[in-house]
């Protein structure tokens, strides 16, 4: 079992920018890889990043070069640099990880493949 607890959303302007942070407590190394995704109402959920143990990223189209994640190998603490935010940002924010096993695709920003999740964080961006 692992635990996740978000913090760190708030509100904030077009333009600005807000730091997000993860961290992971319990059964920690059986997981590979961690992410962090958001859902706005009516709205899929969306992968916007994975992070894993060998510090290899992946990002989505929409966040790619505005938002940055970076964490510890022990996959204990990750976090979510979002600058230049804009209002189509506003979305829950939640943080994901996925458990070491053969198969799939280690950076992968399909929700079901994750088996862990926080409460999420509210973000949002006003015009």
């Known amino acids: 079992q692992v635990q996740l607890v978000e913090s760190g959303g708030g509100s904030v302007q077009a333009g600005g920018s807000l730091r997000l942070s993860c961290v992971a407590s319990?059964?920690?190394?059986?997981?590979?890889?961690m992410a962090w995704f958001r859902q706005a109402p009516g709205k899929e959920r969306e992968g916007i990043g994975s992070?894993?143990?060998?510090?290899?990223?992946r990002y989505a189209n929409s966040v790619k070069g505005r938002f940055t994640i970076s964490g510890d190998n022990a996959q204990t603490t990750l976090y979510l640099q979002m600058s230049s935010l804009k209002p189509e940002d506003t979305a829950m924010y939640y943080c994901?990880?996925?458990?070491?096993?053969?198969?799939?695709?280690?950076?992968?920003?399909?929700?079901?493949?994750?088996?862990?999740w926080g409460q999420g964080t509210q973000v949002t961006v006003s015009s």
């Open positions: 994901a990880a996925r458990r070491r096993r053969e198969g799939g695709r280690r950076l992968t920003l399909m929700a079901s493949e994750y088996e862990y």
């Open positions: 319990g059964n920690t190394p059986s997981t590979e890889t």
């Open positions: 992070w894993d143990n060998f510090g290899y990223t």
